[in-house]
């Protein structure tokens, strides 16, 4: 244990609550305990501001779910490391999720595809058995939009995003390059929802999930208008 990094996380935390009695609660504390290994040398506790910290202890204090205890811990870490900050509106949203509202954000996660650090969702027809096997249907996305995770298109429109130049993108555990087919034009269409802000920062907390299939998938869809190549 770095002994001089724990007495500044203790510090830090004691300088926020004022009275060490408000953490003494199960669920803050297993939060605590496990966000601390995750917590790397030489981070500036200064980012974990008195408001944003009591707003963290006020929503997490009623969690009992473990996975949801275990994201709480992750987010804690991430936003000390300055890995990801995480926004109030985020949080409101993590802490009040239930059991299969997580399960369905970890099944979208396995459609969206991380360009320049940034998950960017691909949801082109939601009747393909692509996304219907894994429980991705409008009732699901209506949900998801509901809760602040993503935006649906108004009219049934379709995103489209677009870049100045072709780019590398990750999906699952390898990178990949996008070259565009043609130089005038330079837009992929990205399907009937985008990630809200706090969407993107809910993605980054998940492993790099991957759908068999999903890529051969895009890439028939994608064909008139790009390569995809694997690095």
């Not at 300088?15 to 496990?34: A, H, P, Q, V, W």
């Not at 059991?99 to 940034?118: A, D, P, Q, T, Y």
């Not at 043609?182 to 991957?210: C, D, H, P, R, Y």
Request: charged share 25%; glycine share 6%.
């Amino acid at each position: 244990m770095d002994k001089k990094l724990f007495q500044q996380f203790h510090n830090r935390i004691k300088k926020c609550c004022g009275k060490e009695i408000r953490l003494k609660n199960d669920s803050l504390t297993y939060i605590l305990d496990n966000a601390f290994p995750l917590i790397q040398p030489g981070s500036d506790m200064a980012v974990l501001t008195d408001s944003w910290f009591l707003f963290f202890i006020d929503k997490y204090k009623y969690v009992t779910n473990k996975e949801l205890l275990d994201l709480g811990a992750k987010i804690l870490a991430c936003h000390i490391n300055g890995t990801f900050y995480f926004s109030k509106r985020t949080l409101n949203i993590f802490s009040l999720l239930e059991k299969w509202e997580l399960v369905l954000l970890k099944r979208l996660n396995k459609f969206s595809f991380v360009i320049e650090n940034i998950p960017t969702l691909v949801l082109l027809d939601l009747e393909n058995k692509i996304y219907t096997s894994e429980g991705i249907g409008l009732s699901g996305v209506l949900h998801l939009q509901h809760i602040g995770i993503i935006s649906l298109s108004s009219r049934n429109g379709i995103y489209g995003f677009k870049k100045d130049t072709n780019f590398n993108f990750n999906y699952g555990e390898n990178q990949y390059s996008l070259k565009f087919i043609n130089e005038q034009v330079k837009e992929i269409l990205v399907g009937i929802a985008v990630f809200t802000e706090e969407g993107k920062e809910a993605m980054t907390l998940f492993s790099n999930l991957e759908k068999i299939g999903f890529l051969d998938y895009v890439k028939n869809e994608w064909k008139d208008t790009c390569v995809i190549e694997k690095l």
